[in-house]
């Protein structure tokens, strides 16, 4: 993938998710509160998930940050609603392996985020929130 090719597809699935985060918002009483930060850049967000039991039916994030840790952040929560634990963390850490073998993934926006961890050394940006789930939840 080209340089130019990317920066349309950065235009067109990252700052949409930069602009219009899934769930960005601070809830009340969540059942689970999770910290991704970065030292380094100074992104750091809070994940905030709520569920009974070992299955969370919500994921809500706040903070600030990078378009793409933003990005990677929202599109995260969204897909980990109404998992059980257990199938989250086997769901990040599959899409870490994806990331560190640079493997073809299924699913379009998660391969947009594999295709930019190859420009300006973005990796950190993307699974920030990944990590920080899956050290959370283990």
Request: proline share 4%.
């Amino acid at each position: 993938m080209t340089k130019d090719e990317l920066k349309q597809l950065f235009k067109e699935k990252i700052l949409p998710h930069h602009h219009h985060p899934y769930h960005f918002e601070k809830v009340a009483n969540p059942t689970h509160e999770v910290l991704a930060y970065n030292p380094f850049c100074g992104d750091k967000f809070t994940l905030q998930l709520r569920g009974e039991g070992k299955t969370v039916d919500q994921g809500y994030f706040q903070g600030f940050g990078c378009a793409i840790s933003k990005a990677s952040t929202s599109m995260l929560l969204k897909r980990v609603e109404g998992k059980s634990e257990k199938e989250i963390v086997e769901y990040c850490q599959q899409f870490l392996e994806y990331l560190a073998e640079d493997s073809p993934m299924n699913d379009e926006e998660l391969q947009i985020l594999a295709e930019l961890k190859k420009f300006d050394g973005r990796v950190d940006c993307i699974t920030l929130p990944w990590k920080a789930l899956v050290e959370y939840l283990k």
